[in-house]
């Protein structure tokens, strides 16, 4: 069985499960997900994303989540979990609201995972000062790091 810890910052889409569920054919997942939600130190960023894109409505309304979301980090994280189920795949995981990185790098060696998906949207700031999830646990874990974009549904 492949080990795989997610880091995730709002809850998966069907389409996120369904990408992180096949990017190894056949072969079982299993996934420790570790959600560290956005805080509002980051609104600024996002807005700044959000122009880069050209999605000028998004910059304004940063703060608003669609009507059937999720919106507290547990709920965000119990629907993430019982989708990848649902698919198929054995999850568990947990709120990081503190020092993200070091929880990271003690959950991959706890679960001697193979690999660390970032799936997230695209952070144009922080990635272009390699500030990013992804870049930041590739200096922090001793496995390969990929990063995924979340779908926007």
């Given at each position: 069985m492949f080990k795989t810890v997610l880091m995730i910052e709002k809850a998966l889409s069907d389409a996120d499960v369904e990408l992180v569920t096949t990017l190894h054919g056949e072969e079982k997942v299993s996934f420790v997900v570790l959600m560290q939600p956005r805080g509002k130190q980051d609104e600024l960023l996002r807005a700044l994303d959000d122009v880069a894109l050209g999605h000028?409505?998004?910059?304004?309304?940063?703060h608003e989540e669609g009507a059937d979301a999720p919106t507290l980090p547990g709920e965000?994280?119990?629907?993430?979990?019982?989708?990848?189920?649902q698919a198929g795949a054995e999850a568990v995981g947990e709120v990081v609201q503190h020092q993200p990185l070091v929880r990271l790098r003690e959950v991959v060696e706890e679960n001697r995972a193979d690999e660390v998906l970032v799936l997230t949207?695209?952070?144009?700031?922080?990635e272009f000062f390699h500030r990013d999830w992804a870049s930041r646990a590739r200096h922090e874990v001793g496995v390969p790091v990929l990063k995924l974009f979340a779908s926007d549904s």
């Open positions: 000028l409505d998004q910059a304004v309304h940063e965000s994280l119990e629907h993430s979990l019982r989708h990848l189920q949207s695209p952070h144009f700031v922080e």
